[in-house]
Nanobody, 128 residues
């Protein structure tokens, strides 16, 4: 079973940058065919931020982060990353890394319910 461990969260002022990392214990295998970053702010539902097909490199982003966030993978380091630039106070949330096996047919690559394995999260706080 894959284990995911996030790191890199912290506090930053608006306009700043952070890079989140997700260590993948088993390396990139069938259970990490799709991986994603999700976030949950207090009192709000968990939402998808970005996802990636780790085999083909196809990426998806939620509209609010397009042009500011970049999801990437480093298979030599068994790491998934999220580069976050031009951060805004509304980006404040707990950020989670997640993965799943490949999925055939219509599905939502940014929907939290689609993902099977989850990390414990890392907090990101953006002050104005």
């Amino acid at each position: 079973q894959v284990q995911l461990v996030e790191s890199g969260g912290g506090s930053v002022q608006a306009g700043g940058s952070l890079t989140l990392s997700c260590a993948v214990s088993s390396g990139f295998t069938a259970s990490t065919y799709w991986m994603g970053w999700f976030r949950q702010a207090p009192g709000k539902e968990r939402e998808g931020v970005a996802s990636i097909n780790t085999v083909r490199g196809i990426t998806y982003y939620t509209d609010s982060v397009k042009g500011r966030f970049t999801i990437s993978q480093d298979k030599s380091k068994n790491t998934l990353s999220l580069q976050m630039d031009s951060l805004k106070p509304e980006d404040t949330a707990m950020y989670y890394c997640a993965s799943r096996y490949n999925r055939i047919g219509n599905w939502s690559p940014l929907a939290p319910y689609e993902y099977t394995y989850w990390g414990q999260g890392t907090q990101v706080t953006v002050s104005s």
